[in-house]
């Protein structure tokens, strides 16, 4: 056998997905069974940090060379993702304060490390940066799996330039790993949760929030049979988990400032000590009530120790919390949307283990919104490896594709396809439009061409029905909740403290109501039997045509009928 | 509903209206059910035509 022979013919594809972060990175594969696993790292870390620290011409990776941030800060690379395919006027270098400074270099970012045995400082741009990042990446899940690993899906964000995907795609094919394809992050997220066995495919709305490090992202996505259409997207560089170890580090700073008179934040060491320490005291203030923050030798030889519980974190922090509220909430409304539209929210990236951030998204969506994290929904995947996992599924589904075929089905003459602006349904119940109960069997913004196929009770008594298919607009209903009788005060006390109350009382009511619109066709099914069903099937056609037709469920035949197209209008897509 | 006395259309059916205009969106390339779209799209088949295959 020579096999040698054949791998130079036809190479094997070994393809995993990565998601590639500012903070930290994960890889996944797909496993036999089809289930996505993250793999972990030679250090078992499946969360790997995005850092590379050299001491003496050595390379350390991932968790080592973070903690090289105290000691070798400046030849420590950190937060590089961002700055790929930039140039140097347009970053912010404020995260890489810390660590080795970016710099400019030629037309791209670059920074000056020792990285050699040698005492020279090298120039090394952030491409050949993340060139050996991801190699370091690729080999931990080549030694896992024990395969070369030669290509991957990696995840991006969604406001990526083409320069950066480019430049991505360059730094990975010289890290010998091929990029099949590059996928969103948000994307990513959602997939990961719908290619579970026990998903059920449902037309939703989705509001993934990917809470980061030194960057948040969110996006509103609207899915289809199985389809995600974007609808809007936000990013925030203000509000993330940097903001919340700040929290911390000014708690701890100030505790010690008070017992031994110098300020740690002063001391770039001491600083970064404390910093490395409050991160994880903030992983573990999420998985427990109660959390220590301990630093040897913190500043001036002085030891530090103390603890925190999640409350008291919770109260200090409560300023950045409500920030990310008011994220989501900006983007479902940059979405045209209402709080009631959304369906699930995803709640995805580190910061996202955080229980008080899903609490305070519980409060603000109405109870039917499915919030998936893991203090809310017991089965919620880990919200960290979100992104890797969904790049491992789309990379099991693309990697026997030849090139070709991944260009030219990611192109836009196939994905850029019209959506409905409003749902189609059908009026049940009552015989008058306006009174007529409204089914939505095609909600809006689903991307055509489409199917769906709905059944409907018809009158009792059976006989002649009329199936009458109308454009439905959904609108929020606001009633003002009556207040309550005079719970024992008298109703002359006009305290401030009593119409502060009045307010609260005075509750609006808001829910979701359907108007209806345009009646597209009206059909006859005659003769149902009594209790009998009429199924109704729509279908809409690339061109905006509209297929219906009509039966009586289990009955042969039906009423079939076609509509005129409509009109497509160009808009811009989110 | 009921149907109306007096009701009558073409084969039973009666087109009233059309679609209101439709929004050009991107669809995200990513799950097997956009790659069954993609298929779909490229060879020009239709739903039918595709579950037959």
Known sequence: ?574 | PVLPQGWAGEKDFKSIGQLSSATQRNIEPVGPHFLAHARRKRHQRTFSEDDRI
């Open chain 1, 1 to 574: 056998m020579s096999s040698q022979e054949e791998g130079e013919t036809s190479p094997e594809i070994t393809a995993i997905g990565i998601s590639f972060g500012n903070s930290n990175s994960s890889i996944a594969y797909t496993s036999g069974e089809g289930k996505a696993e993250v793999i972990a790292n030679e250090e078992g870390d499946r969360q790997i940090p995005s850092v590379l620290s050299y001491i003496e011409g050595e390379e350390y990776h991932g968790t080592q060379a973070k903690s090289q941030l105290v000691r070798n800060s400046k030849n420590t690379v950190a937060y590089f993702r961002d700055y790929l395919g930039k140039d140097f006027d347009s970053i912010d270098p404020t995260p890489c304060h810390a660590s080795a400074h970016p710099q400019k270099h030629e037309s791209t970012v670059a920074f000056s490390i020792q990285d050699k045995e040698s005492e020279a400082q090298n120039i090394v741009t952030v491409s050949e940066i993340t060139t050996r990042h991801l190699r370091r990446l690729a080999s931990s899940a080549s030694d896992f799996l024990g395969k070369k690993v030669n290509a991957a899906v990696i995840t991006v964000p969604t406001n990526v330039t083409e320069e950066q995907r480019e430049a991505l795609s360059k730094a990975a094919k010289a890290a010998g790993v091929d990029v099949l394809q590059m996928i969103s992050e948000p994307t990513a997220a959602v997939l990961a949760y719908d290619a579970r066995p026990e998903a059920k495919l449902k037309d939703k709305i989705i509001v993934v929030a990917d809470l980061g490090g030194t960057r948040s992202d969110i996006a509103v996505i609207a899915s289809r049979g199985g389809i995600y259409s974007i609808l809007s997207t936000s990013h925030d560089y203000e509000t993330a988990g940097a903001q919340l170890d700040q929290v911390l580090v000014d708690h701890f700073a100030k505790e010690f400032t008070k017992k031994n008179k110098t300020d740690p934040r002063q001391n770039d060491r001491s600083l970064a000590k404390l910093k490395l320490e409050a991160e994880a005291t903030k992983k573990a203030l999420s998985l427990g009530g109660n959390a220590s923050c301990s630093v040897e030798s913190l500043a001036d030889g002085i030891d530090f120790s103390s603890t925190i519980n999640r409350t008291r974190y919770e109260l200090l922090a409560g300023k950045v919390f409500g920030a990310f509220t008011r994220l989501i909430e900006e983007a479902v409304r940059k979405a045209d949307l209402d709080i009631l539209d959304v369906d699930e929210v995803i709640l995805s990236g580190g910061t996202s283990h955080t229980p008080k951030i899903s609490q305070n998204l519980q409060r603000l969506f109405p109870p039917t919104t499915r919030i998936l994290s893991p203090s809310t929904l017991p089965t919620a995947i880990d919200p960290s490896s979100l992104s890797a996992r969904g790049a491992a599924i789309q990379a099991s589904l693309v990697q026997e594709f030849e090139k070709d075929d991944i260009e030219q089905s990611t192109h836009p003459m196939v994905t850029v396809t019209p959506h409905l602006r409003n749902a189609i349904g059908v009026m049940v119940v009552s015989e008058d439009v306006k009174k007529g109960l409204f089914t939505a069997l095609v909600e809006k913004e689903t991307a055509v061409p489409c199917r769906r196929r709905g059944v409907f009770a018809v009158p009792r008594e059976g006989g002649d029905v009329m199936v009458k298919v109308c454009e439905g607009l959904r609108d929020i209903k606001v009633s003002k909740k009556e207040k309550p009788k005079a719970n024992g005060k008298p109703a002359s006390d006009d305290s401030d403290l009593d119409s502060d109350d009045d307010e609260d009382e005075e509750e609006e009511m808001r829910e979701k109501v359907w108007n209806v619109g345009s009646v597209l066709a009206e059909a006859a099914v005659k003769e149902v039997k009594k209790g009998g069903k009429v199924e109704v099937t729509i279908r809409v056609e690339a061109d905006l045509g509209v297929h219906i037709e009509a039966r009586e469920a289990g009955g042969k035949g039906g009423v079939r009928g076609i509509l005129g197209t409509a009109r497509v209008v160009e808009n811009g897509s989110a």
